[in-house]
């Protein structure tokens, strides 16, 4: 707070006079108030919004209604009133130190001024003012606290709010649909965005469509090892797909005049030109963004009067090295979306490359949009502590000149664990990351979970603890077996169950607080459940094991999945996954998994012989036994699948002794996104003495043309019974990525579980 609004405010003080000074100040008293709330006689729409806001919130407490006057209804100059917006009576200078959308919360005793200068600043004025001088609590959209009390005397009150960042979105968190929720929080949204921006990052395609263009003009687009792809990037080095392009987008501007920034980026991929003349300018910039850069300057000289966006994504993110700088109107979005969240970016040794091209970056512009991620997208309710990166991190992209923040919460319209109180910290730290977030922490914890917080502070704190202690990476396409020796281990997970079950106790009388412990134990409920498909421990397991050595399945672990499924549905939660995987699905995973472990299977614990590679990144931990280990794959290829690249998988059983063989089946993993397809082709073979192999069936299958969704494809031969000891499964990849993949041209990956012999 400067000086001269310290003189403003004195000078503003004896001008009122003793009569004002010793005038009532009390807002409302025993249901009655002698305020008027008093906008401009041009007051915009957000401001008669304020004010209506205003008037109602108060009557929540107050138990009165305070006029609504226009400043020529005033009746007179000593009235005591609460100013709301641009007014005559605001002092002159009051709002000379506001920024952005920032504004004033200033009191006398007796007279209030609640303003800011543009957009939505005066809403967030009186929004802060009822939060922050009258302790009012806006947690959740359903979760509005209302203080008591039967009085209110305004206090001195002199803050000037300016943010941090000049743009604050949390993308996608349910509470931010709520328009009341992303106001008293000062956070911008989807509606905001869709204002001011005409088209939104992986553009490429929508500008210079492949569809269209390729057939025609396969020139335009990326080549990679020698060849045109149509799922790649744009050739920038070719200057019709410039003269295309910007004709495009002009068409795009003339139907969205008012849209002040458009993005012209590189699409989802890695696929960027490799042609003889990109690769020669990639060299002069000394990165690809360097090219990216040249392009899209040219871009927004074309478009002087708006901003252009691009993307400084995947291979795009390190900036360029020398050369060129971008343009004025020119926006960076850079990601970090390689970034580990176990320990803040600025300390971690994993992230020294990350720190360098943010420091190179800010170095060649001062226009950075930010665009952070703060949810696991494989696995959406999985817990994932990251609570205490969040302001950290902020503040080392404010320190390098970020002011348009954007944090990634989810995927479209979904649900995800710590939502609420991640939500709630973001929004406060967005708007100043100095925000002391152990008080926020507790304040929303008492508030939102009421007496159950003692035990939600500590179910977050002891599972950060937990992880911090384990050295384990957190990542944003992670999984709850990477936590199974940190922060998700059986002994952690018994001890998290046990702060639910107290927590529970404290708010058993109360339905709305009960949920709010169960949505939060929803969550754990996940990750017990993906732990136990894995077979982490005897009580993190689908089987009991049997003093004859069977297992038995366990009923418990039945009971929570149909109570997880059938609470996630009551609670709204449709996806666990980013690009859909539904709890019906996840229940469906658990069924599949629970009947081929317990197939009676003639390989089971046999000596498996493999004559091609796997691949020792995806060794499922013990390598060739994993294929007759017991132990089924499940939605994950990262434990207990393994994996083949590019070369086929060749496997001999030895059953040991001579058997009738009827049937053999394996299961595939399917997850393009990440380059797994199915095999072409499986043949199966069986043979007495492993000299003579007879060829008994085989199975061939189509690759869907899907790109995001995972799922678990069974091969089956069913045979006329044979008599064998060796049973031969070969199952052949495809030459290499399909066309229609944007890694065309690549070798593939093929990966296999457990081999059933029936």
Not at 162 to 179: A, I, K, T, W
Not at 238 to 247: H, S
Not at 306 to 319: C, E, G, V
Not at 717 to 742: C, D, G, M, T
Request: hydrophobic share 35%; proline share 5%.
């Amino acid at each position: 707070m400067n000086n001269n609004f310290f003189r403003i405010l004195s000078f503003l003080i004896l001008a009122l006079g003793a009569n004002v000074l010793s005038a009532q100040n009390y807002l409302y008293k025993n249901k009655q108030s002698d305020y008027q709330i008093v906008i401009s006689d041009s007051a915009s729409g957000v401001e008669v919004y304020a004010a209506n806001e205003l008037q109602r919130l108060l009557a929540e407490c107050a138990h009165c209604t305070l006029p609504i006057l226009k400043e020529n209804q005033l009746p007179a100059k000593d009235s005591t009133f609460v100013s709301v917006g641009l007014t005559n009576l605001l002092p002159a200078g009051i709002l000379d130190s506001v920024c952005d959308d920032g504004f004033v919360v200033v009191a006398d005793g007796c007279r209030l001024y609640l303003a800011g200068k543009e957009k939505k600043s005066t809403l967030y004025a009186v929004y802060d003012f009822l939060e922050h001088e009258m302790g009012f609590r806006l947690y959740a959209p359903t979760a509005l606290s209302i203080p008591l009390g039967d009085d209110f005397k305004i206090p001195n009150i002199q803050r000037i709010e300016n943010p941090d960042f000049s743009y604050r979105e949390v993308l996608y968190y349910y509470p931010n649909h709520s328009q009341l929720y992303a106001d008293w929080h000062h956070l911008h949204n989807r509606a905001d965005m869709k204002k001011e921006w005409g088209i939104f990052v992986h553009t490429f395609r929508h500008l210079v469509p492949a569809e269209r263009y390729f057939e025609e003009h396969p020139e335009w687009f990326s080549e990679i090892n020698g060849k045109r792809v149509k799922d790649g990037q744009l050739c920038l080095s070719n200057p019709q797909v410039l003269e295309t392009l910007c004709r495009n987008l002009d068409s795009m501007m003339k139907l969205n005049p008012d849209a002040k920034i458009w993005s012209v980026s590189n699409n989802d991929n890695y696929n960027n030109c490799t042609c003889e003349h990109c690769h020669r300018m990639d060299s002069l910039y000394g990165s690809p963004a360097g090219t990216l850069v040249n392009f899209i300057n040219q871009v927004a000289r074309r478009f002087p009067d708006k901003t252009i966006s691009t993307l400084a994504y995947q291979y795009t993110r390190q900036a360029p090295q020398r050369n060129i700088v971008p343009d004025s109107n020119v926006n960076i979005m850079f990601c970090s979306i390689e970034c580990g969240r176990q320990e803040a970016i600025e300390t971690s040794p994993s992230e020294a490359s990350f720190r360098k091209d943010m420091e190179e970056w800010s170095k060649l512009t001062n226009n950075i949009f930010v665009w952070d991620y703060v949810v696991q997208f494989r696995n959406m309710l999985n817990p994932f502590p990251n609570l205490h990166v969040l302001q950290p991190n902020l503040q080392f992209f404010k320190n390098h000149g970020v002011k348009l923040m954007f944090e990634q919460g989810t995927g479209a319209d979904n649900k995800t664990s710590w939502m609420e109180l991640r939500n709630y910290l973001l929004a406060k730290l967005l708007w100043n990351t100095n925000a002391d977030v152990s008080a926020l922490t507790t304040d929303f914890c008492n508030g939102y979970y009421g007496p159950a917080s003692v035990y939600i502070q500590d179910f977050f704190a002891e599972m950060t603890k937990s992880l911090l202690a384990s050295g384990k990476r957190l990542d944003i396409y992670g999984y709850p077996i990477h936590g199974k020796d940190g922060y998700l281990s059986p002994s952690q997970i018994s001890y998290y169950q046990s702060l639910i079950r107290n927590a529970y106790q404290q708010v058993k009388n109360d339905p709305v607080l009960t949920d709010r412990v169960r949505y939060l134990e929803l969550s754990l409920d996940f990750a017990v459940l993906e732990l136990a498909m894995s077979n982490v421990s005897s009580e993190l397991s689908f089987f009991i094991p049997q003093n004859d050595g069977s297992r038995q399945i366990n009923e418990a672990m039945l009971r929570k999945a149909d109570d997880f499924v059938r609470d996630c549905h009551r609670f709204g939660i449709e996806n666990l996954e980013e690009m859909g995987y539904s709890p019906e699905e996840f229940r469906a995973n658990i069924d599949n998994y629970l009947r081929k472990s317990t197939i009676p299977n003639l390989a089971a614990g046999k000596m498996v012989k493999l004559y091609t590679h796997y691949s020792p990144k995806y060794d499922a931990t013990c390598g060739a036994a994993a294929l007759t280990d017991g132990v089924s794959g499940i939605l994950n290829y990262n434990y207990n699948w393994l994996g083949f690249y590019g070369e086929p998988l060749w496997a001999d059983i030895d059953l040991e002794t001579v058997q009738s063989v009827k049937k053999v089946s394996l299961d595939f993993y399917f997850y393009p996104l990440s380059w797994i397809f199915l095999p072409k082709k499986v043949e199966v073979y069986v043979s007495k003495n492993e000299k003579k192999w007879e060829k008994v069936g085989e199975e061939s299958v189509e690759n869907p043309q899907l790109l995001a969704k995972a799922f678990i494809k069974t091969f089956q031969v069913n045979f006329k019974s044979k008599k064998a000891r060796y049973v031969r499964v070969i199952a052949y990849p495809l030459s290499q990525i399909p066309e229609w993949h944007r890694a065309v041209g690549n070798p593939c990956w093929i990966f296999c579980d457990e081999i059933v012999v029936e």
